[in-house]
């Protein structure tokens, strides 16, 4: 009864952050209501399951459980919070930018930085907090495997290079018309979006590069 009451109240503060989220209001205070809800959701469904856990009788083998799944769930609730309030600084920053492409494109960018540095440092956290894995032998193990794949990675790592210098020389942004050559051909089109590891354009055709 606790558990479908927390994800029956969930679920109606989600739907009530979406429906004033869909209201005539800035850009920065709906993607922020959109991020509460699904974090305030969260986190009543994990005050309902750590109350329901406490009415529960475990064996030896669970009971180590008890708790820990509602800690799992609320360390995925505060992430919620933490990238909606990435996303918020990032539609203000994209405001105050204006029409300025290149200001933009290193928003959307640091955006995306952002949202992958604190993902990582939660997943890491998660294991070495919740199932006490040693992240520093994990590290050890993710160095001797990108040791390995290092020669074979060497096209990737020219391509975060040359997307750099992109950012820094800017010789085009987003939106503008270029025409690069390739090996055996010539493309004009239009430039959608500047990745780490690859720049889409849109050719005349409408086909996607």
């Known amino acids: 009864g606790v558990s479908l009451t927390g994800f029956a109240l969930a679920y109606a503060c989600t739907r009530g952050m979406k429906w004033l989220a869909k209201r005539d209001m800035h850009r920065a205070l709906r993607t ?4 509460a809800g699904h974090a305030t ?19 030896p083998v669970l009971e180590p459980l008890q708790y820990e799944i509602p800690r799992f769930f ?36 640091l955006q995306r930085v952002a949202r992958v ?8 956290f998660i294991l070495q907090v919740i199932f006490a894995v040693n992240v520093g032998t994990v590290f050890i193990g993710f160095g001797v495997v990108a040791l390995a794949l290092s020669l074979a990675a060497q096209d ?9 210098s992109i950012f820094m020389n800017r010789p085009f ?26 720049t889409k354009v849109t050719d005349l055709s409408g086909t996607q590069i």
């Open 41 to 59: 959701a969260l986190l009543i469904v994990t005050l309902a399951l750590t109350i329901a856990f406490g009415f529960l009788s475990l064996g």
């Open 74 to 109: 609320m360390i995925v609730a505060m992430t919620l919070v933490v990238l909606s309030m990435i996303e918020v600084a990032a539609t203000v920053a994209e405001v105050r930018a204006g029409n300025d492409a290149y200001d933009r494109m290193l928003i959307t960018t």
């Open 173 to 198: 942004v987003v939106g503008d018309w270029i025409i690069f050559k390739g090996e055996n051909y010539e493309l004009c089109g239009v430039v959608d979006d500047i990745e780490l590891q690859a």
């Open 32 to 35: 922020a209501l959109s991020g």
């Open 117 to 124: 540095t604190v993902i990582g440092l939660v997943i890491m």
């Open 156 to 164: 990737t790592v020219k391509n975060v290079f040359g997307a750099v």
